[in-house]
């Protein structure tokens, strides 16, 4: 009996000496977020156990928790959606990345703290990671608009674009937009858009498909622009140079709107493919 005992405790401090060679870490890319912004976690995932250890086949598998740091209740809405299996061998790595804002109720601005538990199915053990800080801020509002988009039983649902201004860790000032129902009791997305400085108002324009054209003096001598569609996505970014004349939202008599002024920064992908001497075909050579 007493050699059982023994082997007990020594099978138990295998597995946990297996398990202390595992590590869970998080990381965000940002510490501060409005109300409703998207949180985004990357949980990185360390197996140095020499062996193969499974994963994501569990919806408990990895499971999070978030706590408000001043005393406030912080409401689960729903378990973080992690399903998805795969194997890591000793020696590897694996990040799993999650949205947190759908599933915690952390609407209220103060600092809050984010832990993970990782279980390890084979040992019957689990690894905790974090805690993580991060700040829910609430920023100036600074235009609004409603503006209406077409249904199927023919009367429009009015929505509301604001644009928020935020001081991101009390030394640059970023832009974000805000799309949500007429009377913000429901709001369906929160995106940030860029870095803008302290002296400049944006200029906005609704369209006649109710799309948002944005354009903010990001720098000295930089504007930026961009466009966010009736569903809160943000596409169409691009940068303009004060150069000769300031740049500047301009409505055409058909209701379309466009940048006109300072000159367009051509992106990266708008440069021609040059190829190598050695990658073009051989001319043939003449007698």
Known sequence: MKTFFVGAILAGL???????????VLA????????????????????????????GADPSWLTFSV???????????????????FDLESSQEATKHVNLQPYFSVERGGRYKVTATLRIKEWSKAVNGGPKFFDIVN????????????TTSGVPEVRKYTLEQA????????LYVRLSDVTDSHVFKVSALGQMVAFGHPECQVDRESQLHVLWQAGSQVF??????????VS????????????RLSVDENGGVMVQGGVRRVKATEF????????????????
């Open 14 to 24: 295998m597995v946990f000496r297996a398990a202390a060679q595992v590590s869970v």
């Open 139 to 150: 920023g100036a509002i600074l235009w609004t608009q409603d503006f209406g988009v077409p």
């Open 224 to 233: 930026n622009y961009c466009l966010v569609h009736p569903d809160g996505s």
């Open 272 to 287: 021609p493919n040059v190829k190598a001497p050695n990658a073009l075909p051989n001319m043939p050579v003449k007698p």
């Open 28 to 55: 965000l890319d940002q510490e501060q977020f409005l109300p409703s912004e998207s949180i985004p976690l990357a949980v990185k995932i360390t197996n140095r156990s020499g062996q193969q250890l499974h994963f």
């Open 167 to 174: 001081n991101y860790l009390r030394s640059q000032l970023r």
């Open 67 to 85: 706590e408000s740091v001043d005393g406030l209740v912080v409401k689960t809405l729903a378990e973080v959606p992690v399903v998805g299996a």
């Open 236 to 247: 169409g970014q691009e940068a303009y140079d004060y150069f000769g004349t300031r740049p």
